[in-house]
DNA sequence: GTGGCCTGCAA
DNA sequence: TATTGCAGGCCAC
């Protein structure tokens, strides 16, 4: 809606806000009322939710029986009856039916960069912090990347330091403050005190904190450390795992979620323009509040963590695992410039070829990337049978195409095309661009975005790298490990499966698991009734396809789609695979049950995901959550697990001094750039930590692999 | 420029 | 109308 906004400058969100502060203006202020516009001067500007919070702001007024009072000409005179009105009204739309203020930040901010003062104030930080594990000192960096290089490289102009209640200190780096002088500090005070910040990963390479700089020993389920000694805490993982299914964690989303108080985004703030330019106090004033967010929302988060039963996941999986991401990102991996370059040309000689065979076929020219235009040519110009629809036209996906594709010349060659547009600019031309000055790929881990509590990969996504093809496969070979080391690459096999297995105690299924080296054929041997020898291709081909969808949470039609088969012969072949395995039948069912009852699923290590979808009204919707319901804990468990893996193999190869790096995860995988002479050890390592990473009822398998490049490893 | 849509890559 | 992601190209706004 139209900011309103009073005389201070305070922002005052939403028609309840507007009506609570109209009230509290009207006594003896008539003038005040004036302040209030309801000019929509650009309609368009805003949201129908907007118009909608306006116009119920308008009726409220008018349908106060009083319209003469908010007449500009008569003033605000008979105030009392507005004012009574006006209350029942906020009684209404308050959904606690109380009337309360809008909490603000009341920091005294003061802003320093004096060397004494300074030392002043990071000595007085470490007395309060060390007086308590509680006593928890929020800090915050002011800092900027810079645009034009592909260098993530970050400068710092400032830091927050937030350790009491009522103030909070800005001291931006200039003179003798330098950006590791602050590293040294806040490193000092992480041995005796908790430091709490807003995305901790960020300011990993200014300073390691005490916890990780003094340890090499992995995961202990068992250390309860974190209830007597102070640990650092970082808001936004904490915020993320107590609800993993939000869009963002922002800062000022933090403040409002846990604190209540609004904060405006660091863009609004400043706009564009580079914080080294900006206005020094109100660099100071947004620093000193997020800092004081930091300190103000740890003990609430914390409290959640607690009662949700996830304190160990937090301290002990997710704070670690930060720092590895770090050092997986600051490590790299290098990719082969020329090689890339090379790749490119060689695609892109053969798609001018395909493109050229596609105009001709078609009898014109056209954007063959564009699904709008490509489907028109198919399906209207050229007359082939359209299967698909999508909201805006025709489906050319690759399963429609390939339907066609073998009666049709220029169908096949548009499916080579995209095959091959898509190696070249998301892969070939997409990797290039990402290569940092020192000859490496400088990929950013992300934490806090996956429902499930995996890790995901951008700029570039080095979790997506083909794989099934062979000419995408080749995209590979350009990663490569430094002079004279090897990549060293270890992948669980089928760990979901085995999760499945213990999760349910199936006794089938463990036991299937125990059995032998193909749970796919054996599956099929039990689904078909038939020995294991006699086993045919198709039918254990069939039983991988149910054992993958029964992870995803199955539904008949989801199979049917996968093998392009009728949905009843994918019905029969879930009854039969439940006939096998009642214990997965009995789980699924069980896990849906409680979720429908507690609202969320969870992991073996106490990992929750919510689930509101299976409160919906929709029944696709609340299907969904069903399927949510089932693959989340599997999902999970196996991210958990994977996690507490890269814990015990980065720690072990600290404590045993190795020169070899971890730098890749790929979900069931890591990648570690191996030293030549460690390569039985990497090798062990990685295979007893991340097979002893948890203890099921069926062995946790890996593979290692030793190469010369990611494709010859994997 | 931004965002929705379609498409396709991985585990 | 199978789970979790990220990204490029197109195209309407």
New binding site residues.
């Given amino acids: 809606m139209p900011d309103f906004s009073d005389a201070e400058g305070n922002r005052i969100s939403g028609v309840y806000g507007a009506i609570y502060k109209l009230k509290s203006m009207l006594p003896g202020n008539e003038d005040a009322l004036f302040a209030f516009s309801f000019e929509k001067d650009n309609e368009s500007e805003y949201t129908p939710a907007v118009l909608y919070q306006t116009d119920r702001f308008k009726d409220i007024l008018s349908n106060a029986g009083v319209p003469e009072l908010l007449d500009v000409s008569k003033g605000a005179a008979g105030s009392s009856e507005l004012i009574a009105y006006l209350e029942s009204e906020l009684v209404k739309l308050s959904p606690t039916g109380k009337v309360t203020k809008t909490p603000q930040f009341e920091l005294n901010i003061i802003k320093t960069s004096d060397l004494n003062e300074v030392e002043e104030i990071f000595k007085n930080a470490h007395e309060y912090g060390a007086k308590s594990k509680d006593n928890y000192i929020g800090y915050f960096l002011m800092r900027e990347g810079n645009k034009d290089t592909a260098s993530k490289k970050k400068d710092t102009v400032g830091i927050a330091l937030c350790f009491d209640e009522k103030s909070a200190v800005y001291i931006p780096v200039e003179n003798f403050i330098s950006e590791s002088y602050i590293g040294n500090k806040l490193a000092e005070l992480s041995k005796d005190c908790a430091l709490v910040t807003f995305d901790i990963k960020d300011g990993y390479d200014i300073f390691e904190p005490y916890e990780i700089s003094g340890r090499t020993s992995g995961y202990d389920a068992e250390d309860t450390s974190y209830l007597t000694s102070p640990k650092c805490f970082d808001t936004l993982i904490g915020a993320y795992l107590c609800n993993p299914?939000k869009n963002d964690y922002a800062i000022e989303d933090i403040s409002k979620e846990y604190l209540k108080i609004p904060f405006d985004k660091r863009s609004d703030v400043f706009g564009k323009t580079s914080i080294k330019e900006a206005d020094a106090d109100k660099l100071a004033d947004y620093a000193c509040k997020a800092s004081y967010i930091c300190k103000t929302s740890a003990p609430l988060i914390r409290e959640k963590l607690a009662k949700a039963g996830m304190e160990n996941l937090f301290y002990y999986i997710e704070m670690p695992l930060s720092y590895i991401l770090f050092a997986m990102e600051k490590e790299g991996i290098i990719a082969r410039k020329d090689e890339l370059k090379a790749y490119s040309d060689k695609l892109a000689i053969r798609i001018a070829e395909l493109e050229k065979a596609i105009y001709e076929a078609a009898g014109c020219e056209f954007?063959i990337?564009?699904?709008?235009?490509l489907?028109e040519v198919l399906f209207e110009k050229l007359g082939l049978p359209a299967e698909k629809k999508?909201?805006?036209?025709?489906?050319?996906?690759?399963?429609?195409?390939e339907k066609l594709a073998p009666d049709n010349k220029i169908v096949a060659d548009i499916?080579e095309y995209?095959?091959l547009?898509?190696?070249k600019?998301?892969y070939a031309?997409?990797l290039a661009?990402y290569i940092d000055s020192d000859g490496r790929i400088h990929t950013s881990f992300?934490q806090t975005?996956?429902?499930?509590g995996?890790i995901?990969?951008?700029?570039?996504?080095l979790?997506?790298?083909?794989?099934?093809?062979e000419e995408?496969?080749l995209i590979r070979k350009v990663f490569v490990p430094k002079d004279g080391y090897v990549f060293a690459d270890a992948?669980y096999s089928q760990i979901e499966l085995r999760i499945l297995a213990h999760m349910s105690e199936d006794k089938g299924l463990i036991e299937a698991y125990h059995e032998g080296e193909d749970i796919h054929r054996i599956t099929a041997s039990k689904v078909f009734h038939v020995p294991f020898e006699d086993v045919t291709p198709l039918q254990r081909r069939n039983a991988k396809?149910?054992n993958?969808?029964?992870v995803?949470?199955?539904?008949s039609?989801?199979?049917s789609?996968?093998?392009s088969i009728s949905r009843s012969e994918a019905k029969e072949y879930m009854d039969k695979y439940f006939e096998t395995y009642p214990g997965v039948k009995e789980y699924q069912d069980k896990v849906i049950a409680s979720a429908k009852e507690t609202g969320v699923s969870d992991t073996l290590f106490g990992r929750k995901r919510p689930i509101p979808e299976l409160k919906a009204s929709n029944f696709?919707l609340r299907?969904?959550g069903e399927?949510?319901a089932m693959?989340?804990p599997i999902?999970g468990t196996a991210a958990d697990i994977m996690k507490i893996a890269m814990i015990n193999v980065f720690f072990r190869i600290k404590r045993e001094n190795l020169k070899s790096r971890l730098i890749l995860q790929?979900?069931?995988?890591l990648v570690i750039e191996t030293a030549p002479d460690e390569k039985d050890t990497v090798t062990n390592i990685l295979t007893q930590e991340m097979e002893s990473a948890a203890d099921l009822s069926v062995p946790m398998e890996v593979d290692c692999h030793i190469g010369n490049d990611w494709y010859e490893s994997?």
Avoid: C
């Fill in positions: 299914i954007n990337n564009s699904p709008k235009q489907g999508t909201k805006s036209g025709y489906s050319t996906a690759a399963d429609v195409l499916l995209r095959g547009a898509k190696l600019s998301t031309d997409g661009a992300n975005i996956t429902a499930t995996r995901s990969s951008t700029e570039p996504n979790q997506n790298i083909p794989m099934r093809t995408g496969r992948d396809a149910v993958f969808g029964i995803y949470g199955i539904s039609f989801g199979l789609q996968d093998l696709n299907q969904f399927r949510v693959n989340a999902q790929i979900h069931d995988e994997k």
